[in-house]
């Protein structure tokens, strides 16, 4: 027999199991839902077809045949993994062409690139935020530039979301110690964008550095997908440009470009890159190949963005609370928890993928459906799923 006792350090665990059964019974579990198909317009659940609307594939090149033929061949010639770190042995050519790649089309004098996104703001703001540096972080910046504050040597403070005066009262602090403002360009869950011009005109009076996570804005934004930088003009403005292969790129990975300095300091220092083995080889070719497509293919970020209009005003005529989203990512704000479960239930019932988000990852009383599109849904699928949300806000009285 098992005591379970206090001092068990998996007493917690044991909890929390309690607690998941709870909330599965009350069919209010909509997470790591096993997809057993490609990540497209549509996915298999279960044996059932869905809508997604759930995914940040948002030029649909995880689909593409090139992007997968490119990966297929990197395997071929270098096989399935680099077996090292950067630093030693792991460092391949494919690595070198994707950062001269990415420097090229940021118009930056160097990149470097990590196994995903996660580890690059780890790595980037660990090496960057030293002892007396102060990074300054949006409220709603992502989890993953927290994490990075979290093991830095140096303080980080956060202002409450585009908020520019809190922003100027915080870089008016300890004028002495250098700063570095880290925000999202486009917000992973309610898809607003960062007030970048009002960023740069107070990071110029105050002379600090800015660091644009770009995750979701990269393919996107811009008339070249060059980001959120480039939709503002502001490109040579934004220090550190950094990315995910994790979204718009088809794959997985991340990047990080900047003045040659930083780079060279980042790779020397940066302990997620020293102590992790390195990007495996079909994702950096998949990376590079989907980079060559948003570059020469801009009719995929038009369709993106025709469905983008047609599915926020859609979901706007039915009565929906969208937030302040201007971008493909579009959330339905439902605000009360159990509501947006029950939400999610019918849309399930009719065959519809949402991402249900409650608090803490949202602030109390903001909880909300996180939707998405992507290039290559078509307008009869958006039509289908504006009709399950019809439903589904009638059935649970929030239209
Ligand atoms: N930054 C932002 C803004 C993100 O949304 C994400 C992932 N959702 C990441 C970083 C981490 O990227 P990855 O999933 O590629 O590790």
């Known amino acids: 027999m098992v005591i379970i006792m206090k001092t068990d350090i998996f007493s917690k665990c044991f909890d929390f199991y309690h607690q998941l059964e709870a909330v599965k019974k009350a069919e209010q579990y909509f997470y790591f839902r096993t997809i057993s198909s490609i990540q497209g317009p549509e996915v298999n659940i279960n044996g059932r077809r869905f809508i997604m609307l759930g995914s940040n594939n948002y030029l649909g090149l995880t689909e593409d045949q090139r992007v997968k033929e490119a990966a297929i061949k990197a395997i071929k010639k270098y096989g399935t993994g680099c077996a090292g770190s950067r630093l030693l042995n792991g460092t391949i050519d494919l690595h070198e062409d994707l950062e001269a790649q990415i420097a090229e089309f940021f118009k930056k004098e160097a990149s470097i690139v990590f196994a995903t996104g996660m580890q690059t703001n ?66 992973s869950m309610e898809g607003d964008l960062t007030n970048l011009p009002g960023i740069v005109d107070l990071s110029k009076q105050y002379g600090v550095r800015i660091m644009l996570d770009d995750a979701h804005g990269i393919g996107v934004m811009g008339k070249n997908g060059r980001g959120t930088a480039e939709h503002f003009g502001l490109e040579e403005e934004t220090d550190i440009i950094m990315g995910t292969f994790s979204k718009s790129l088809a794959t997985i990975g991340g990047f990080i470009a900047a003045k040659r300095e930083v780079i060279e300091y ?57 937030g302040y989203s201007t971008t493909p990512i579009v959330p339905v704000i439902i605000g009360n928890t159990d509501k947006t479960f029950e939400m999610c239930r019918y849309l399930e019932e009719n065959g519809v993928f949402v991402s249900p988000v409650v608090p803490p990852a949202v602030p109390p009383g903001r909880a909300l459906l996180r939707t998405s599109v992507m290039a290559t849904h078509t307008q009869k699928q958006l039509e289908r799923a504006l009709e399950a949300f019809a439903q589904a806000g009638r059935k649970a009285g929030i239209i």
């Open 266 to 322: 980042v790779k020397h220092v940066g302990r997620a890159l020293l102590f992790s083995a390195s990007l495996a080889p079909p994702l950096a070719a998949a990376a590079s190949m989907a980079f060559k497509i948003i570059k020469t293919e801009p009719e995929r970020r038009k369709k993106l963005w025709d469905n983008a209009h047609f599915w926020a005003e859609g979901l706007k005529t039915l009565g929906f609370d969208t």
């Open 122 to 187: 780890l790595g980037c703001i660990q090496a960057l935020v030293t002892q007396d540096c102060v990074a300054i972080l949006d409220k709603f910046d992502h989890a993953s530039i927290i994490d990075g504050c979290r093991l830095a040597s140096g303080c980080f403070k956060r202002y409450p979301h585009n908020d520019m005066q809190s922003l100027e009262r915080l870089l008016q602090c300890e004028p002495e110690k250098p700063k570095l403002i880290i925000v999202d360009g486009v917000f």
